[in-house]
């Protein structure tokens, strides 16, 4: 049984942790178990800990085994989707009369369901620049509850830094909750930077191939874990076997995709960086970027993703958008393929008027691990045609 980073990589562990031979047939690949319950000797006498899809499955686990051994964490769910880990984890967490500091560009999706959704429950919150840790300690209050963190953000790759969180949140009795999707476990490791929490869309990275939606919640609090667990069976955000096998076998690939994403996105970062019709590019791993010192630190590289405004404002950005041959035009993010996506229109149209509202004349490019030359001719060339 692999699990202990102690004793094994980070690429060894995405391809053997949870992943033992079925003892069963001796497959040498997790099996997908297509079944809704399982058969009792005698009532109450589970074979193997299993009674019903819902609460468990076999390929299940061997995916949340794997997840909490890259993590670095004690206990992992593995969700239907991202969405349903971040809801899961705000549920087990909060309280009517809570309140909660979240970054000022969030995930869309994250900024809907607390403004939409959890405020109609009585939560209350704060949009806070993260990178500021001044400011965050300022917006919290004797009743907020967690100190929610993106790094790097969407879709303006702020980054924001962790341990400095995980002192602030120590000190103020909140939770740390890190959604760790844009660096992937292969790239930063939140928990052992002192978060309490992370969540996954495992849709982007993990996956990997742009093929299943999914999430995860990753802690070493027991307490939070099981609390996590009870939510998710009571309210039924399971992930079905075939989308656990799915992600599991993007999960083995996941550390020679990240060094490919990276190696990629830096190439590209650059490139853009010096191109006229290019005003400003967003990578962390630009030196000028202003988390870059803090970026170095906290991950092993600066991954896939690069957000570029255009000096031609909204039309060039859109123009560029419908001009790309390889990298094609859609939501979404982290899979082999390279996607390219106008955020104001597209991703965060929702956060529109709002203070999360993001500029028009961004473009946000999802990398992916085709020939870098392929990739620059792309995107000089819709640039310049
Ligand atoms: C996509 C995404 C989510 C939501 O995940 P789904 O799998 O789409 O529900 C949450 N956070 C970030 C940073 C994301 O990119």
């Known amino acids: 049984m692999v699990h202990s980073a102690d004793e094994f990589g980070f690429a060894t562990r995405a391809i053997h942790a949870g992943q033992d031979a079925d003892p069963a047939s ?5 099996p997908i178990h297509a079944t809704s319950t399982y058969a009792q000797d005698g009532v109450g006498g589970l074979r193997a800990g299993y009674e019903y899809s819902r609460t ?8 949340e085994e794997c997840l909490a051994s890259l993590e670095g964490g004690r206990y992992a769910r593995a969700f239907a989707s991202g969405m349903a880990a971040t809801d899961a984890v705000l549920r087990a967490l909060c309280r009517p009369g809570d309140h909660l500091v979240i970054p000022d560009d969030a995930y869309g999706g ?3 369901l607390v403004d939409k959704v959890l405020t109609g429950w009585g939560i209350e919150y704060t949009p806070v620049r993260l990178s500021d840790v001044d400011g965050v300690r300022a917006a919290v209050r004797p009743n907020t509850r967690v100190i929610w963190c993106e790094t790097p953000t969407n879709p303006l790759l702020g980054i924001a830094d962790v341990a400095a969180l995980a002192d ?5 009795g909140t939770t740390l909750v890190v959604d760790n999707t844009f660096a992937s476990p292969y790239l930063q490791a939140p928990l052992a930077l002192g978060a309490d929490v992370v969540v996954h869309s495992t849709t982007k990275y993990l996956g990997g191939h742009s093929d299943v939606v999914g999430g995860a919640v990753v802690t070493s609090d027991e307490e939070l874990a099981q609390q996590v667990a009870f939510l998710q069976n009571s309210a039924g955000a399971v992930p079905g076997p075939f989308d656990a096998w799915l992600t599991l076998r993007g999960l083995k690939t996941l550390a020679v995709r990240m060094e490919r994403h990276s190696d990629n996105a830096e190439r590209i970062a650059e490139t853009l960086s010096r191109h006229p019709a290019v005003r400003r590019v ?3 791993g630009l030196p000028g970027h202003p988390g870059h010192e803090v970026a170095a630190k906290q991950m092993r590289r600066f991954g896939g993703m690069v957000s570029i405004s255009l000096a031609g404002g909204e039309e060039a950005a859109l123009r560029l958008c419908g001009r790309t041959r390889l990298f094609t035009l859609a939501e979404s993010l982290g899979g082999v393929e390279s996607l390219i996506e106008h955020p104001g229109r597209m991703t965060h149209a929702s956060t529109a008027g709002s203070l999360l509202a993001v500029p028009a004349d961004l473009v946000r490019l999802s990398v992916g691990i085709e020939d870098p030359d392929d990739l620059v001719a792309d995107l000089l060339g819709a640039l310049d045609g």
């Open 26 to 30: 001796g497959s040498v690949i997790v």
């Open 56 to 63: 468990g499955n076999p390929t299940r686990t061997a995916l």
């Open 110 to 112: 994250t900024f809907r």
């Open 168 to 172: 602030l949140s120590r000190d103020t």
């Open 282 to 284: 967003y990578y962390p």
